[in-house]
């Protein structure tokens, strides 16, 4: 090539995880191209158990680890809701907030989103799954039972901190679905607490050993340089 000519020219390579940009640009100066850094991308898998998770559960309808309930085939234990006696499935004449939670810190990240299995039965628009995020790493979150026949998307905190909502999901009769939710960069720059919700009103609602929710497979995913 001739070193005093314009030209631009860029191709990127996989190699394992990582992304390659090679080539560059060449002004019309004819200077050395562009160096690319390289973009690392990054799949967590986070096991759910008690090491890993935190429960704050409602004396009702609760969040359990383990492997009794296998709607979704789940690599080792999945998180699932049971009623207060211990019973695959949900109560649906009681009410209930339960909540479960991990703290995560990320460094060098430019980009994170987290991704799971869900499988949910319950009374549509009032009985599911609320997923929110917070940067309050330390007050302690309390499962309760005073929750009123609202619909899920007008729940907007949680009792004694400050979270923001990142996603709803409304009970299906039986759908299995594989959701990816987005981190909102202003949250990658310190350490945030993720919290799963099962919340359920004390009216309608499907019950039995596969009513409620199951979520399995989570995985924190992050791209970075």
Do not use: M
């Amino acid at each position: 090539n001739n070193p005093g000519s314009r030209f631009s020219h860029q191709e990127s390579i996989r190699v394992g995880n990582k992304i390659y940009c090679i080539g560059g640009v060449v002004n019309p100066a004819g200077s050395l191209p562009q160096q690319y850094n390289p973009v690392t991308t990054t799949s967590t898998s986070v096991e759910f158990n008690s090491t890993n998770w935190t429960f704050s559960n409602s004396t009702n309808n609760k969040w359990e680890f383990g492997t009794r309930r296998n709607t979704i085939p789940a690599t080792g234990n999945s998180a699932y809701v049971v009623t207060s006696a211990n019973n695959l499935g949900y109560t649906n004449n009681v009410t209930s907030r339960s909540f479960f939670h991990r703290t995560f810190s990320l460094t060098n990240v430019a980009s994170a989103s987290i991704t799971f299995n869900l499988h949910t039965i319950g009374e549509v628009s009032y009985d599911g799954v609320i997923v929110w995020i917070t940067s309050n790493t330390t007050t302690a979150i309390s499962g309760n039972t005073t929750t009123s026949s609202t619909a899920l998307t007008n729940i907007t905190s949680i009792p004694g901190i400050t979270a923001t909502r990142l996603a709803t999901y409304s009970s299906t009769l039986g759908t299995t679905t594989n959701p990816t939710v987005s981190i909102p960069s202003s949250f990658l720059s310190a350490p945030f607490r993720i919290i799963f919700e099962w919340r359920n009103d004390s009216t309608g609602g499907s019950v039995g050993s596969t009513s409620g929710a199951q979520i399995a497979n989570f995985a924190l995913n992050t791209t970075g340089t």
